[in-house]
Nanobody, 119 residues
Framework: QVQLVESGGGLVQAGGSLRLSCAAS????????MGWFRQAPGEERESVAA????????YYTDSVKGRFTISRDNAKNTVFLQMSSLKPEDTAVYYC????????????WGQGTQVTVSS
């Protein structure tokens, strides 16, 4: 059974930092792209960042470039999202996700972790 388990969310003041972790298990993810999505109340879920499991290529949405860094530890099957210079508009539930490289559809989702940035 595939599981993506997020941790590291919480409450932080504007300008602060948080690191999210996503522990992946249940299959080999070498052919997958791992990503982070977020969904704020009343908003659609949006892609925030992604990383290729093998080649490490990365993607960031414009609003987080220069502030967020996605990385992975292949040995521990874990993906990280380092978030710095956080803004109130970063407040959302953050979800870990996995999709096959050749697909645009997410195959697996985590349960989500709440990030709240106070002004």
């Amino acid at each position: 059974q595939v599981q993506l388990v997020e941790s590291g969310g919480g409450l932080v003041q504007a300008g602060g930092s948080l690191r999210l972790s996503c522990a992946a298990s249940g299959r080999t993810f070498s052919r997958y792209v791992m990503g982070w999505f977020r969904q704020a109340p009343g908003e659609e879920r949006e892609s925030v960042a992604a990383i290729g499991w093998i080649d490490g290529s990365t993607y960031y949405t414009d609003s987080v470039k220069g502030r967020f860094t996605i990385s992975r530890d292949n040995a521990k099957n874990t993906v990280f999202l380092q978030m710095s210079s956080l803004k109130p508009e970063d407040t959302a539930v953050y979800y870990c996700a996995a999709r096959e490289r050749s697909s645009s559809t997410v195959d697996y989702w985590g349960q989500g972790t709440q990030v709240t940035v106070s002004s």
